[in-house]
């Protein structure tokens, strides 16, 4: 996340972003956090310019545009897309965690059976892909909430 400044309305991405899905603003965790309205900068001829909490939001190729600009320091977090790091040696590891590294041996293969017009292998591919990585999810969802049913128990 970034801090925003009082009257200033732009501020960078990160240099890796692909592209943004949601934004939120807030004074912190614990403050009111809404998420940010996407606009077009075609349709900001019509809004306000003065300061106050951003309402709004916009991007350019390398910019996130807030409007209302805000009037204070705000807490401005997004969901992003983002390039992964290059892999540009042998002992580099994809930023994944293991268990989808099945999930993606099936995709990449159901990619190169569509290059080579095998519809049928590319959709059976593609089936095997999406059960791994709802297994994975499933997984990952039992791990999180397995943190919330473990108690110390005394017995007598």
Not at 116 to 140: C, K
Request: charged share 25%.
């Amino acid at each position: 996340y970034t801090t925003t400044v009082s009257g200033t309305s732009t501020y960078d991405l990160p240099d890796n972003s692909l592209e943004v899905i949601e934004v939120y603003c807030g004074k912190d965790a614990d403050d009111d956090r809404r998420q940010l309205v996407r606009q077009d900068f075609r349709d900001w001829s019509n809004l306000d310019i003065s300061n106050g909490k951003p309402v709004y939001y916009a991007i350019d190729d390398t910019s996130i545009i807030l409007r209302p600009a805000p009037d204070d320091a705000y807490e401005l977090s997004f969901l992003r897309y983002s390039l992964p790091t290059e892999l540009s040696s042998d002992s580099d590891n994809m930023p994944f965690e293991d268990r989808y590294d099945q999930a993606i041996n099936y995709y990449i293969k159901s990619k190169a059976y569509e290059q080579i017009l095998d519809w049928n292998s590319a959709d059976a591919l593609l089936g095997r892909y999406n059960a791994s990585v709802e297994t994975a999810q499933i997984q990952e969802t039992h791990e999180a909430n397995s943190a919330y049913r473990t108690s110390t128990v005394t017995v007598y």
